[in-house]
C-alpha cells in the first residue's frame, strides 16, 4: 500500500504512527516458492529535514511454504523488525536504497525484503518433523511426521513386533525341546 507522509512532511521532526497492511507476492527463495498471507506493518514514521523519511517498526505475517522433510504445507509466523530511511526523489530502480517521490511512499518493497528476511531457515510441517532426516533418506515415501499418527502402521513398529514374535516363539520351542 502507499503510506501518505504529506502531513509528517509538513513537520519534520515529529512522529506519525504506522499502522499499515500490505500484500506481498509469492517468493521464490531458493528454489522454492514461498506465498505469504497480508503484511502488518506497525511502528513509526517521522519525516527529516529535506524530505527524506524514517520509516521504523516491526512486520508481522505468515509464510507458507512445504515441509523441508516431508513436502507436506507448512507455514512460519514471521516477525522481522525494520528500520530504514526512504529517500525523497531517489532512484526507484536503485535496489541499495529505499527511494520515493511525492507524497507517497510505496511499502511493497520493503515488506517483500522485510518478510524474506524473517523466513526460518527451513520450513517444518512440525517440530518433530526434523528428528529423522537419515531415515526420511532412507525411504523419501516414508515420512515420519505422518506415520505417527497412526503408530500401527509404521513399518520399523511392525517389523519390530515380528522379530519379538519370533524370538518369543523360539524361545517357546527350545523350552519345550
Ligand atoms: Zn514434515
Do not use: W
Not at 508481522?60 to 511454504?65: D, L, Y
Not at 530504514?84 to 507517497?104: C, H, K, N, V, W
Not at 517444518?124 to 503408530?151: G, T, Y
Request: glycine content about 8%; overall charge negative.
Amino acid at each position: 500500500m502507499k503510506l501518505d507522509v504529506s502531513r509528517a512532511l509538513k513537520t519534520p521532526g515529529e512522529s506519525y504512527p504506522l499502522d499499515a497492511e500490505q500484500a506481498i507476492a509469492p517468493q521464490d527463495v531458493l528454489g522454492e516458492t514461498v506465498t505469504f498471507d497480508p503484511a502488518k506493518l506497525r511502528g513509526s514514521y517521522m519525516a527529516l529535514e529535506g524530505g527524506n523519511v524514517a520509516i521504523r517498526g516491526t512486520l508481522t505475517t505468515i509464510a507458507h511454504a512445504r515441509c523441508a522433510n516431508c513436502l507436506a504445507p507448512a507455514h512460519a509466523d514471521v516477525s522481522e523488525p525494520f528500520e530504514e530511511l526512504f529517500r525523497l526523489g531517489g532512484d526507484p530502480e536503485d535496489s541499495e536504497i529505499f527511494a520515493y517521490t511525492g507524497q507517497e511512499i510505496d511499502l511493497e518493497r520493503l515488506a517483500m525484503s522485510c518478510a524474506v528476511l524473517g523466513l526460518p531457515m527451513r520450513f517444518l510441517c512440525r517440530e518433530n518433523c526434523s528428528e529423522s532426516p537419515a531415515f526420511r533418506d532412507a525411504d523419501v515415501d516414508v515420512c515420519l511426521c505422518q506415520e505417527e499418527e497412526l503408530p500401527g502402521q509404521r513399518p520399523f513398529a511392525a517389523l519390530k513386533q515380528l522379530l519379538a514374535q519370533q524370538a518369543g516363539g523360539s524361545a517357546d520351542q527350545s523350552d519345550k525341546g
